[in-house]
């Protein structure tokens, strides 16, 4: 029979190993090292970690943990930058007894850093970015020394003080500590106390009060940037009314000098507001606004929050009163639960910056909230640290470090297991655990509404580093697969991968994920340390063709995986030096190697003859340029070479290399592998290859039946 030609041209599946070599189609590929399959069915190098600057002499951590970035208006010098700086974050165990937060910008580049506590060293860092500012917790339950953090940059007016630059403060948002209401109070403590001049009118131009004839008792507030206010300190002294008095009311306050936060209150360079409010003495009833207070030097004290005018402050020596007092005939009607969605006394807590044995092991933020889950804290109104790992406290709209202890949910209570990541996307909370997956509709305003839509098992993650967001989803991996969401659902994506292949592959304790926006790939590490598989090893999964590829990543011992104008970065230690690195495409250099699938030409049981193999590649930058083709036949792996290694030509042009057999191989069915070689012709080369198509040479042995067993 006559000799014919079959071509592959077309190797637009990518990577299928579910199926037998031999049964899957000729656009596919059975195995490979270093492909990719995106470019019109091209074969071509994968991606691959490139050195992208060096931000530490010596660093520790702990892998898959630890690395963040962000966008500012500011560098970290403190300068108005055009366009924008990208600041760095990542976490170094290597200073001592304690682990500390650096922050790099590509910028200067300014480095700021301190200690997360006194005395824990091996923090496993949680972020979260909102509103301009950066937070932190040590997700490790056990580190009890170490505190949650709040930086970002911060220009406004504290009375006569201008506060301009980057603060790192301990998230905490502490009420006033000491409060005297009386008629003449002194000014109390610097930074800590607020005091209030009360007294009472009988009428004003003839005009009777409505408040009860009653006694009225008293509290103060601070407030902090993003209009987040404190709870309430209740303050010493009562004031009685009688006779439908009207109630005067006034605010002292003595300024804290030290307004870098080392004084009486450590959050004085967010303090931008003062509160006072009233109830009838010994009740249970809402606290009413009297006096809502500007802390800028050019504004001062009104009647509520709806007044647009202000009292101005005079000011003494850093004491600092209204210039007028103020006059409520009738009691008002905006309270403290209106502002701020609770009530003062039924909250614990507020803040998790206040106690180091706070902490949350994952956040995210969504629909105008900041959502922390598996906390360390208080439950409801009581003060007693309590570890909650089925726990998701949510924030206040608008609100993204207050964390009324009352403002919760729980999924799966008692279940033997916790809360490994929760993440957002389009109204959705997704909330992973070891064992499952939960989805919540968070699309409603209120708690009330919000529902558990989907409950996926199976579909849970080991580490908070398997999972990662993404503008338009989510994308997470575990020991049964690669699983997406997006608007039209949860998609499992590996139906082309065997199980018993990506199950081999995964470490889940240990799995990083990441994604590539601008290509639109996923990236799975089956684990970022040694382990029983291939280190280093990882799967990309290319979300225009829908294929997977898979390559070796180096280094590998890596923190998480983070997203940053649209680039995918991470970090690594390189020979003690912490290093950042971003994913660039087309770079991969461990030794390319493509196999086809086991071929029988269309015709079981029929032995062929092939002669030659013809391949139209490309190759740049190349170290080493040879080609290796090796066979098996019948199933057999490749490893018989198919004629000499062939030298190629370092070009940007396509080009053809010829392989021929020294004598035609009889066969049922053949495989070839092609990989890139040293000038030796055995040793693996790290040359970068595109592939065309190959085409094989081949004949039909007329009557040549294979008999069957």
């Not at 004084?263 to 006096?291: E, Q, V």
Request: hydrophobic share 35%.
């Amino acid at each position: 029979m006559a000799k014919k030609v079959l071509t592959y041209s077309d190797f637009k599946k990518g990577l299928v190993t579910y199926k037998n070599a031999r049964d899957i189609t000729k656009d596919s590929l059975p195995d490979g090292n270093g492909n990719m399959f995106d470019e019109g069915g091209q074969i071509r190098p994968m991606g691959s970690l490139v050195l992208s600057g060096d931000v530490s002499t010596a660093a520790a951590f702990n892998k898959g943990y630890g690395a963040f970035a962000f966008r500012s208006d500011y560098s970290l010098g403190g300068v108005a930058t055009a366009g924008g700086v990208t600041i760095f974050a990542y976490i170094d165990d290597d200073v001592g007894s304690t682990s500390k937060l650096f922050l790099v910008d590509d910028v200067t580049p300014t480095t700021i850093s301190w200690d997360l506590g006194a005395s824990n060293v091996g923090a496993n860092a949680s972020f979260y970015y909102v509103d301009g500012a950066l937070r932190v917790s040590d997700s490790v339950i056990g580190n009890t020394a170490n505190y949650v953090w709040w930086f970002g940059y911060v220009s406004h007016e504290y009375f006569d003080h201008t506060i301009s630059g980057w603060k790192n403060l301990k998230n905490d948002l502490p009420a006033p500590t000491a409060s005297v209401a009386s008629d003449n109070p002194a000014y109390g403590s610097a930074g800590v106390s607020i005091s209030l001049v009360v007294s009472q009118t009988t009428t004003d131009g003839g005009e009777k009060g409505a408040w009860e004839d009653e006694t009225y008792e008293f509290a103060v507030s601070w407030v902090y940037l993003g209009d987040q206010e404190s709870k309430l300190f209740t303050s010493t002294g009562t004031l009685a009314m009688n006779n439908k008095q009207q109630m005067i009311v006034n605010m002292r306050i003595k300024e804290d000098s030290a307004v870098d936060g080392s004084g009486g209150n450590t959050n004085t360079p967010r303090l931008i507001g003062a509160r006072a409010y009233t109830r009838l003495s010994g009740t249970d009833d809402n606290w009413m606004l009297i006096i809502d207070a500007n802390l800028d030097d050019g504004a001062g004290i009104r009647n509520s929050i709806y007044n647009p005018t202000y009292t101005a402050w005079t000011e003494s020596t850093g004491d600092w009163t209204g210039v007028a007092n103020i006059q409520h005939k009738a009691p008002p009607a905006l309270d403290y639960e209106i502002l701020n969605g609770h009530r003062s006394g039924d909250v614990g807590r507020l803040a998790f910056g206040g106690n180091s044995a706070y902490n949350w092991k994952t956040a995210t933020t969504g629909r105008g909230r900041a959502w922390v889950a598996n906390v360390n804290y208080v439950k409801d109104q009581y003060n007693a640290t309590t570890a909650m790992n089925d726990r998701i406290l949510f924030s206040a709209v608008g609100k993204y470090d207050l964390f009324p202890s009352n403002y919760w949910l729980d999924l799966g209570i008692n279940d033997g297991d916790e809360i490994i990541k929760i993440a957002y996307n389009n109204s959705n909370l997704f909330v992973w655990k070891e064992s499952v997956l939960y989805v919540v509709d968070i699309s409603g305003q209120s708690q009330d509404t919000w529902k558990i839509k989907q409950t996926l098992t199976g579909m849970g993650v080991a580490s908070p580093s398997s999972v990662i967001d993404f503008e338009d989803g989510i994308a997470w991996a575990n020991e049964t697969g690669c699983f997406l969401y997006t608007e039209k659902g949860v998609e499992r994506l590996t139906m082309d991968i065997s199980l018993s292949e990506w199950s081999a592959f995964v470490e889940p304790a240990n799995c990083v994920i990441g994604y590539i926006p601008v290509e639109r790939q996923i990236i799975v590490l089956g684990s970022h340390t040694t382990y029983s598989g291939t280190d280093g090893e990882v799967y990309v999964y290319d979300r225009n063709t829908e294929t997977w590829s898979k390559g070796i990543m180096s280094p590998y011992g890596i923190t998480n995986m983070f997203i940053q104008d649209n680039l995918l970065y991470t970090q690594a230690i390189d020979s003690g030096v912490l290093k950042t690195y971003k994913w660039v495409s087309g770079t991969h250099t461990n030794n390319q190697t493509i196999f086809t699938k086991d071929e029988d030409f269309g015709q079981v049981g029929i032995f062929k003859k092939v002669y030659s193999v013809i391949v139209t590649y490309k190759m740049t930058n190349s170290t080493y340029d040879y080609l290796r083709l090796q066979y098996g036949t019948d199933g057999a792996s490749p490893s018989s070479n198919f004629g000499s290694p062939t030298q190629l030509t370092d070009d940007s042009d396509w080009r053809r290399v010829v392989f021929t057999a020294t004598s035609p191989i009889k066969s049922q069915s053949i495989r070839f592998k092609l990989s890139t070689t040293q000038s030796n012709g055995t040793t693996a080369s790290n040359s970068p290859l595109w592939i065309n198509d190959i085409s094989i040479e081949y004949r039909m042995l007329s009557g040549a039946i294979i008999d069957a067993p």
